[in-house]
T-cell receptor, first 112, second 115 residues
């Protein structure tokens, strides 16, 4: 059984650029969620996808967007990067509502 | 709306002593409750969850948590702390009665176990 894999592990971008982060869900998991964890804070929910459809969104602007593919892998896209977007971005997959959430190790994004 | 409070930024305990990390929550319906641990520069590792049933939940690495509905609490406990337990601990909640599966996390508690 494979876990959740995220790529890249680290990334440095310039303010105003666009970035794409990737996530491979745990085998058989049809739900993926993305979280942003700023330094010294708990993770904040960005959005969730269930069977390729967005199924909930947190308080993040539209420049944060996502995709889930037929194999349940996922992307997080952020446009017009701002300095405050610097954070650890975590992907989590789950099998169903009663299961635990398996988190990846995250992508550390630094915006300069 | 759902929320989680972890009132202690840091908990210090001597190795071999019992530890408690506190968590209180607020949801409109019945809660799903989780504890996760995070080591430096790593993602979150699942420790345990409460869905329904027995109020005392046993998890990984000897940790357990007690669900108290009247006090809306879900404190994490371990009878004997290890130095290797030193890490950042997060409590999280989700409302069972919504289709959204988003977790709301607390701000985290840093556990420091001294040798």
């Amino acid at each position: 059984e494979t876990g959740v894999t995220q790529s890249p592990t680290h990334l440095i971008k310039t303010r105003g650029q666009q970035v794409t982060l990737r996530c491979s869900s745990q085998s058989g998991h049809n739900t993926v969620s993305w979280y942003q964890q700023a330094l010294g804070q708990g993770p904040q929910f960005i959005f969730q996808y269930y069977r390729e459809e967005e199924n909930g969104r947190g308080n993040f602007p539209p420049r944060f967007s996502g995709l889930q593919f037929p194999n349940y892998s996922s992307e997080l896209n952020v446009n017009a990067l701002e300095l405050d977007d610097s954070a650890l971005y975590l992907c989590a997959s789950s099998l169903d509502r009663d299961s635990g959430y398996t988190f990846g190790s995250g992508t550390r994004l630094t915006v300069v | 709306a759902q929320s989680v409070a972890q009132p202690e930024d840091q908990v210090n305990v001597a190795e071999g002593n019992p530890l408690t990390v506190k968590c209180t929550y607020s949801v409109s319906g019945n809660p799903y409750l989780f504890w996760y641990v995070q080591y430096p520069n790593r993602g979150l590792q699942f420790l345990l969850k409460y869905i329904t049933g027995d109020n005392l939940v046993k998890g990984s690495y000897g940790f357990e948590a007690e669900f108290n509905k009247s006090q809306t609490s879900f404190h994490l406990k371990k009878p004997s702390a290890l130095v290797s337990d030193s890490a950042l601990y997060f409590c999280a909640v989700r409302d069972q009665n919504t289709g959204r599966r988003a977790l709301t996390f607390g701000s985290g508690t840093r556990l420091q176990v001294q040798p």
